[in-house]
């Protein structure tokens, strides 16, 4: 199994910042060449962690990626997404589901098609 040196080393408790820098993810764990688990707690809408001193800390959205290779065969390996999220208060997790899963596979399919261009341009090298 190969996968694409980055120009960015990570390490558990580092934060990663999506390109536009809208997105916020502490590197939960890392087990190179084989997983990637990033987690973030934020408000739903204005991406500010919540005050977690607080007794009451707001709307949160708490959710997390993992990516996972798995080598299927001696020539090829399988990229695993798992995604999980809770959203607080619990009232609001009912309306929010109904809006938020179908954003989720979007933006998850989205992300896994970019993967696959870019790895297939590296195999096309």
């Known amino acids: ?9 990570r390490f558990p408790a580092d934060v990663a910042r999506d390109p536009r820098d809208t997105a916020f993810f502490d590197v939960a764990a890392l087990d190179p060449q ?5 987690h973030s707690m934020r408000h739903p809408i204005s991406g500010i962690p919540p005050d977690q001193s607080s007794d009451r800390p707001g709307p ?5 990626w993992s ?9 090829r390996t399988r990229l695993l997404l798992r995604t999980r999220s809770n959203i607080y208060p619990e009232g609001m997790a009912r309306i929010a589901h109904f809006l938020l ?4 596979v979007l933006m998850s399919r989205s992300l896994l098609l970019g993967i696959k261009r870019r790895a297939e341009e590296v195999v096309a090298r």
């Open 1 to 9: 199994m190969r996968t694409r040196s980055a120009s960015v080393h």
């Open 34 to 38: 084989r997983a990637l688990v990033l």
């Open 60 to 64: 949160c959205l708490d959710f997390c």
């Open 67 to 75: 990516f996972v290779l798995e080598p299927s065969d001696a020539n």
């Open 101 to 104: 899963v179908p954003v989720d």
